[in-house]
């Protein structure tokens, strides 16, 4: 009953969350739902024996050797399909798995019924004074060491005796002390069950909740259509637009440049050209200068007359070198390209760019009504979500579930009282077994205390005195107790050997290596007409393979109940988490979303013609040629300074005097002409050079260059006006795609959270747990079975104390007669 109410409960699990499913698998942005809430377990199914665990591992090895077969799978199988003992195999089978048992068993009953009858034997043959019942001992030489060996033997068997019954005691206790403590472990499993109860429709709610985080993801990436749909519209329109527009800036900035490098030739043209003739002007008269200087009388002198020679002589390099008069003008095209930039080209691109960079603005305005309807089917989604988990029933099941819960909780705490009263009269009975063998121990230690310390070896048997004798005395009683309780002993030993020892074997160890589950898991087992039997109870379908096995390692891995008992079969998650409707109609919406781009103009045509008239400038026509080869002139033959300085040196090879004086007053004139003209014009140069390169590169194949511009622009705005569109279509899918895939995250949340952590099945498993291996294995089994070895080692070992007490007591009684020995 518990079972189905579970299943009904997940049953409505299932159905809350039951509109989401995907039909896209695109990779969109992760979202976060958070963990599923969940409170922990309190019971730990696990039972730590502490110091009794070592017992149970000697009794455990015992067992082993006493049955050291495999579990018999086939043999349980048909034992219950009621098969077993067709065949004459099956009985040999199980002989030859229980051997251990019987042999054992075998024993013990032969210990049951000879050691009374040998007792009695005993009895009656000393009261005819035989079998050591004649109260005469003959004297011995080795009568001492006889003695001490019987004493020493029977103190040894005492002491295994005392073991073997110290162990009994503390199983007996152990179990004791375990039922008592049991009942915090019941209502340890009763209150996760509640737990189990309770938490669930926390966790349904929790996974209903958090489909407002797929829908604020959805309408948030719906509220910025226009940065996420019109960007990635416009990055990818842009991939070809950009670059033409570009272009097209730079053909503006080449203008602007073209202008003020004419500007810059026109200028210096002028400048070197004024600047030539000028400098002409003063190196000639700096040479007729010089010349009269050189003309003078002191420089016939002998000592002057070979400088002054060399000096008229390289007179004729005070000459310039360029020749700037004959270079064409530039004006015309100058002027041409002040026509141009009447018209501003980058202001022009610059409008293609915020036209261009409206796009998002355009998507948001020509998207605004169909957004509204994509809102308004998330809104129903979630409505619909909310509704139907208010018609569902679950308040209903949980209280039934609660009440049948609570109604077992019951009627455990109203028979646990009886349960510790029986387990007192359970230990009560075994405490009085162990209270035999204490009472047979304290005759035995009490007769070894005595017999010792009153037996005096000058004495005869005849004198010995009474502390001795009471010592023989006591020895006697106990192996009269021997003979009365052993078999009483032996009882008990077998029936909790082969009860105990047989769950240990058959239950304990196959529960704990799952070979009990796989028996149960046999098809047609449990039920003749049913192949499985767990699904045929739960799910009225045989065929479906749930095996006990599956289920138990599920829920001991807290995995959801949804997984551990396959309830697929019962209701197909993923038939319940179908919103494919809700969803095509979110994708038809965005599908119709139509975006006009026609409005985005890049360059008019004033900016085209602009363009063609700048290539039809004449710059290519400007002769370049003429003006690098006089560039790459020097401005004068001679370097002004170098020719001033070797004047200055030579002047100072001449005697001191006017005509030194007169030279060197000509070198600094020279390098004054240097400096204040020839200086000038090298800067005039460098200008003119940097600009007539400039001009060149631009003008070389500039009507192509322009023509390429244009052809990217009009290609640009051909793909936005006529190719725009499928370029929309596909960023258009992209982004249905990523809203989505929102959806698809959250359903295989729900799907994972279902699986593996809405309703974990711990609980379950742990009162399996609970009941078998701890309880019944544990508590009960381990004790039990170390009660029986500590009581039937105990048992056994009254055997040789028997003997050794008998012969013992001969030396501690005090005889009637003894051996007397005539002088001779």
Request: proline share 3%.
């Amino acid at each position: 009953m518990a079972v189905e109410l579970c299943l009904l409960l997940l049953l409505f699990c299932g159905n809350t969350i039951s509109e989401v499913q995907p039909i896209y698998k695109p990779p969109p942005g992760t979202l976060d739902f958070g963990f599923v809430p969940a409170k922990t377990y309190d019971t730990g199914a696990y039972h730590e024996p502490g110091p009794m665990g070592i017992l149970f591992k000697i009794v455990h090895d015992f067992l082993y050797l006493v049955q050291p077969n495999s579990f018999p799978q086939d043999l349980i199988r048909k034992l219950a399909q009621q098969k077993f003992g067709n065949t004459q195999g099956d009985y040999q089978k199980a002989i030859y798995y229980e051997i251990g048992f019987i042999v054992s068993a075998a024993l013990g009953l032969l210990f049951i019924l000879l050691l009374p009858l040998v007792g009695l034997c005993f009895c009656m043959c000393r009261c005819c004074d035989n079998c050591g019942g004649e109260m005469h001992q003959r004297q011995k030489k080795n009568a001492d060491c006889q003695r001490s060996c019987f004493a020493t033997f029977l103190f040894v068997a005492s002491l295994i005796i005392s073991v073997g019954v110290l162990c009994a005691y503390a199983a007996n206790q152990h179990l004791t002390s375990q039922v008592r403590g049991a009942k915090k472990l019941v209502n340890s499993n009763f209150k996760d069950l509640k737990i189990f109860l309770n938490d669930t429709p926390a966790q349904i709610d929790y996974l209903v909740s958090k489909y407002n985080t797929t829908k604020d993801k959805a309408l948030s990436d719906l509220n910025n259509v226009g940065p996420l749909l019109g960007s990635r519209v416009q990055e990818q329109l842009g991939k070809e637009v950009c670059p033409a527009l570009d272009a097209a800036l730079t053909m503006a900035g080449a203008i602007r440049e073209t202008k003020e490098a004419l500007e810059n030739v026109s200028v210096s043209v002028e400048v070197l050209q004024e600047g030539t003739e000028r400098l002409h002007a003063n190196l000639t008269d700096v040479k007729m200068h010089l010349s009269n200087t050189l003309n003078d009388s002191a420089c016939s002198a002998v000592q002057a007359a070979s400088t002054c020679n060399i000096i008229k002589n390289s007179l004729n390099q005070l000459n310039i070198n360029a020749n700037f008069t004959g270079l064409p003008g530039v004006s015309s095209q100058l002027a041409k390209v002040n026509d141009v930039l009447k018209i501003d080209l980058s202001s022009l691109v610059q409008k293609g760019y915020a036209s261009f960079n409206d796009t998002p603005d355009l998507v948001v305005n020509q998207t605004r009504n169909i957004l509204s309807d994509i809102k308004s089917v998330l809104e129903s989604i979630g409505a619909n979500i909310s509704s139907f988990t208010k018609t569902l029933p679950v308040e209903k099941i949980l209280a039934d579930l609660t009440i049948y819960l609570t109604q077992s909780e019951t009627y455990v705490q109203d028979y646990f009282p009886v349960v510790e009263q029986y387990d007192f009269y359970r230990w009560l009975a075994c405490l009085i077994l162990c209270c035999m063998v204490i009472l047979i121990l304290l005759f035995y230690y009490l007769g070894l205390l005595c017999g010792t310390c009153g037996y005096d070896k000058h004495a005869s048997p005849t004198t010995r005195g009474c502390i001795s004798n009471t010592g023989g005395n006591f020895l006697m009683a106990g192996v009269g107790f021997s003979f009365l309780f052993s078999w009483v002993l032996m009882i008990v030993v077998v029936l909790t050997f082969v009860t105990g020892g047989n769950v240990e074997k058959l239950v304990c160890e196959p529960f704990e290596d799952k070979t009990l589950f796989k028996v149960l898991d046999t098809p047609y087992l449990l039920n003749q007409h049913w192949k499985n039997y767990l699904s045929g109870i739960l799910f009225k379908n045989p065929n479906i393979n749930l095996t006990f096995e599956k289920v138990y390692s599920d829920c001991k891995e807290n995995k959801g109940i949804y997984t551990s008992l396959h309830l697929e079969n019962l209701f197909n998650i993923n038939e319940f988490l179908n919103i494919s409707m809700y969803t095509e109609d979110v994708a038809l919406k965005i599908e119709h979303i139509q975006i006009n781009l026609s409005k985005i103009i890049l360059l008019d045509e004033i900016g085209k013609e602009n363009l063609l008239n700048f290539s039809s400038s004449g710059i290519e026509g400007i002769n370049f040629a003429a003006y690098l080869m006089e560039i790459s002139k020097s401005v004068t033959k001679a370097d002004l300074l170098s020719f001033a300085n070797d004047l200055e040196a030579r002047a100072d090879q001449l005697p001191k005097g006017a005509l030194e004086n007169a030279l060197k007053g000509h070198a600094n004139n020279i390098r004054m002409i240097h400096n204040q003209q020839v200086v000038p014009l090298e800067q005039a140069m460098s200008t003119l050079n940097h600009s007539i390169r400039l001009l060149k590169r631009t003008s070389s194949e500039l009507m192509v260059k322009v023509k390429n511009v244009i052809s990217a622009v009009n290609a640009a705005q051909l793909l936005i006006n006529n190719n725009a569109s499928q370029v929309i279509v596909q960023e258009t899918k992209k982004f249905m795609d990523t809203v989505i895939g929102y959806f698809e995250q959250y359903v295989e949340w729900v799907k994972e959270s279902i699986a593996m952590e809405v309703a974990a099945c711990k609980p379950i498993a742990n009162v399996i747990d609970t009941a078998v291996d701890i309880f019944l294995c544990s508590y009960v089994t381990d004790s039990v079975n170390t009660f029986w070895f500590g009581l039937g080692g105990s048992s056994i070992f009254l055997i040789p104390a028997i003997i050794f007490a008998v012969k013992l007591s001969k030396y501690y009684r005090r005889m009637d007669t003894e051996d007397v020995y005539d002088e001779l």
